[in-house]
């Protein structure tokens, strides 16, 4: 790629300060060798997608599989979408049938390795076949059309597996991340009502064993809707196995028939549910469609990634998280793409098992977030120096603000400046990627996702509704797009308050924006009480609930801090009870307490005690004023203070940690 302006940003990497991308003005123009190449180079389609926006499309969704043509292409009330009402489709038939005769049938649908080294190859044939077999396995055990299946599994190919055969029967997943807590677990068990849980003897996981099983047993205590529970067997971890209601997965395969016809589902039915959180405690179960949610995430694989038939993709996330879904389950299958999944940790054995993957394997487009490269970078380049990655031809990123550094550092060492570099924003609730490069035409500059993806209207608006042309505010989608979230699973109430009240009529994704003079976008992060670490959103409020259910803390405040490898890390503040020694051993307790009642992800990395919080009059805790304590920042507007006198206690307690 060209660089046509070298300007060294400053700031430290994770630091995404807006006056980091204020200086931040290099411009990288797309490789004329992959521009030639590329499935979109012309830009008139996006000239043209943005004056038909249903249009372009109508034209995406009609490269799917459809039993029934849909009779409309968007009906609109704001807030409620209906994309291609009216058609029938079911997914698997997009995403597996077709391939059987359409030349794929003995290509490469699942490269996968174990953390262990084990390994396994799925053609879509093979597949095909096991989501057909499960299909009738679950059938089997009296899931439907409608019902809620939770999987609790690790990145093993039977995670697809599962997910595709609740789709074949047009039961609704519920896929929970396995590093999520027994309680976690449970709680999304029972928001969702799910009637039948997958789970695995146990996962691997940097050398250890996540004993999944034993997880889910301690979750089922409490989980009154649960009938049956349904276990793959990964390895040869001890277990109890519940006599009626529990099934080996391996058992109900050698019974199961070959094939279960697909359900016609309707285009607007759902397909799943996948919680994330929000600024209040509880999780969120964001459901998404059939018709228009394949349509997003086909579109956007086959133009953001470029996959063409001899690619191999390969994006690292988990399964548990939406991007696993929309760029491993659904968008790549759809477009008959071979796929590498890896099970384990990057680090496992060593700082270069990515590398290697990449190297044994010839990926040749690799999907990851800022945080893992910002490990790789601290790692060392000697450990992706080691491999051949001469196949690799296509970079991602997603998950939080890249910082212009790791970008750098991505280009040159991984892309050997020769690989596009894709910063990709979306979010569960979008569904899939809404702002990004199209990398055959767009000129990228680091830290910047840069546009909408054709059919997509983004938005800068201030506080008011008003476009912003050039400067900071609040990221708005003004149109509706078919992935589009079409609900909190259970609440609506909550949907139309989060997303929809801001500006009526408006999707409000609850991220800061700016955009540059040229119209590129900036994206600065969550705006509300979200967390953004390692990728993984996390809600204040939660972690807060967690920490004053333990017996010595009556009161807690949790901020985000910059942190150098995972963007932001959690901090928290805590009011211990009256007598209660808040020294090193009771610190270790609560982080503990924390990953147990939600899972590690949300274990604070500093845990500060102080014997009062700052207040407004009214009693609310000033988190802001907590946030600009962590950031070693100076006070804001300390005047609503209750006790005025209380921030500076508070700052030598924190810079005493
Ligand atoms: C953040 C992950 C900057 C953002 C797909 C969003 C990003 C939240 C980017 C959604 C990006 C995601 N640049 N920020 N390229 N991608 N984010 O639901 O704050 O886990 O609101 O979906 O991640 O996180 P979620």
């Known amino acids: 790629m060209a660089r046509s302006k070298k300007t060294k940003p400053k700031g430290k990497p994770a630091n995404l300060t807006i006056e980091t991308l204020l200086t931040e003005n290099r411009v990288f123009k797309p490789n004329p060798v992959f521009v030639k190449q590329a499935n979109l180079r012309d830009s008139a389609v996006l000239r043209k997608a943005a004056s038909d926006p249903e249009g372009f499309w109508a034209e995406m969704a009609g490269e799917l599989v459809w039993n029934k043509k849909w009779s409309q292409v968007l009906e609109w009330k704001a807030p409620d979408a209906k994309w291609f009402a009216g058609g029938k489709l079911n997914v698997t038939e997009t995403c597996l049938d077709q391939h059987l005769t359409n030349g794929r049938k003995n290509k490469a649908a699942l490269i996968w390795e174990g953390e262990p080294g084990d390994k396994r190859t799925l053609t879509y044939y093979a597949l095909w076949k096991q989501v057909n077999k499960f299909a009738n396995a679950l059938k089997g055990l009296g899931v439907g059309k ?101 099934h080996w997965y391996h058992r109900l395969m050698q019974e199961a028939k070959s094939y279960c016809p697909p359900v016609q589902m309707g285009s607007e039915d759902p397909l799943f549910i996948l919680y994330t959180s929000g600024s209040t405690g509880k999780p969120k179960g964001i459901w998404h469609t059939c018709g228009g949610y394949l349509t997003g995430v086909y579109a956007t694989s086959k133009y953001v990634f470029d996959l063409k038939d001899n690619d191999v993709f390969w994006c690292t996330a988990d399964c548990g998280w939406v991007t696993g879904h929309s760029y491993i389950t659904y968008g790549p299958l759809a477009n008959g793409a071979t796929q590498v999944m890896y099970e384990g940790a990057p680090d496992w054995p060593d700082p270069d098992r990515f590398w290697q993957i990449v190297s044994e394997n010839g990926v040749t487009i690799f999907y990851t977030a800022p945080t893992a490269i910002r490990a790789f970078m601290r790692w060392g380049k000697e450990w992706p120096d080691k491999h051949d990655l001469s196949t690799l031809r296509l970079l991602g990123s997603v998950g939080e603000p890249i910082n212009p550094e790791a970008w750098i550092w991505y280009h040159e060492v991984i892309g050997k400046e020769r690989c596009p570099i894709v910063d990709t924003w979306w979010q569960t609730e979008t569904g899939h990627i809404l702002i990004t490069p199209i990398p055959g035409i767009t000129s990228t500059k680091p830290g910047s996702a840069t546009h ?73 992060g969550r705006v509300d009480d979200v967390i953004n670490t390692a990728g993984h959103r996390i809600s204040t409020m939660e972690v807060e609930s967690a920490l004053v259910e333990h017996a010595s803390v009556v009161e807690a405040a949790v901020v985000g801090i910059p942190h150098e490898l995972k963007g932001e890390a959690l901090a928290a503040f805590v009011t211990l009870g009256k007598g209660i020694i808040g020294d090193q051993k009771l610190s270790g307790q609560l982080k503990d307490h924390v990953a147990r009642k939600i899972g590690a992800l949300a274990k604070p990395d500093k845990i500060i005690f102080s014997a009062d919080l700052p207040k407004t009059r009214s009693g609310k805790i000033m988190r802001r004023l907590l946030r600009d304590i962590a950031a070693g920042k100076v006070m804001g507007d300390t005047t609503t203070l209750a006790d005025p006198d209380v921030i500076s206690r508070i700052k030598k307690r924190y810079e005493e940690e």
């Open 452 to 524: 909408a993806f054709p059919g997509i209207s983004a938005v800068v608006l201030d506080e008011k509704g008003n476009v912003v042309k050039e400067g900071g505010g609040y990221l708005a989608i003004t149109k509706p797009w078919p992935g589009m979230l079409r609900g909190i699973w259970g609440d609506r109430q909550r949907f139309v308050d989060t997303y929809w009240t801001k500006w009526p009529g408006i999707y409000f994704p609850g991220d800061g924006a700016k955009i540059d003079k040229d119209g590129y976008i900036w994206i600065l």
């Open 146 to 246: 409608g019902d809620r299946v939770a999987i609790y599994l690790p990145m093993i190919p039977e995670l697809i597996v599962s997910m595709l055969a609740c789709a074949r029967i047009g039961a609704i997943h519920s896929v929970v991340f396995g590093g999520f807590s027994p309680e976690s677990l449970r709680d999304r068990i029972n928001d969702a009502g799910a009637k039948l849980l997958i789970t695995a003897d146990g996962g691997y996981r940097r050398g250890q064993i996540i004993p999944l099983k034993h997880d889910a047993d301690v979750a089922l205590a409490d989980c009154p809707t649960i009938e049956s529970v349904v276990i793959v067997k990964r390895g040869d971890f001890l277990l109890r196995v519940k006599e009626g209601r529990d």
